[in-house]
């Protein structure tokens, strides 16, 4: 069975909220950013810290473990710069 109902057109009044030319994205990094400099005012840097400490360590385990291998370099033909004697 189908729906063939119409429902009247909607029309919405934005009352408050960004009324800049700006993406949500634009609007979820200001309040993030305004989230975090009230974290920081509040707890401060130490505090800030200490609350984030698990997060850091993990984050700082998973880059100790995904270290690149070392690369190779290498160069050929005459030397740059020869000791003076």
């Known amino acids: ?3 063939d109902r119409t429902f009247p057109a909607v029309t919405v009044t934005l009352e408050s909220g960004p009324t800049g030319a700006g993406s949500i994205d634009d ?4 309040y993030a950013r ?3 400099d009230r974290f920081r005012v509040r707890l401060g840097r130490q505090g800030l810290l200490d609350l984030l400490a698990a997060d850091i360590e993990e984050g700082n ?5 995904a270290r690149a291998p070392p690369t190779v370099r290498s ?5 740059c710069c020869r000791r003076a004697d």
């Open 27 to 30: 609007f979820e990094l200001f």
């Open 61 to 65: 385990a998973f880059l100790r473990g």
């Open 75 to 79: 160069a050929r033909g005459r030397r």
């Open 1 to 3: 069975m189908t729906d």
């Open 34 to 36: 305004r989230a975090l």
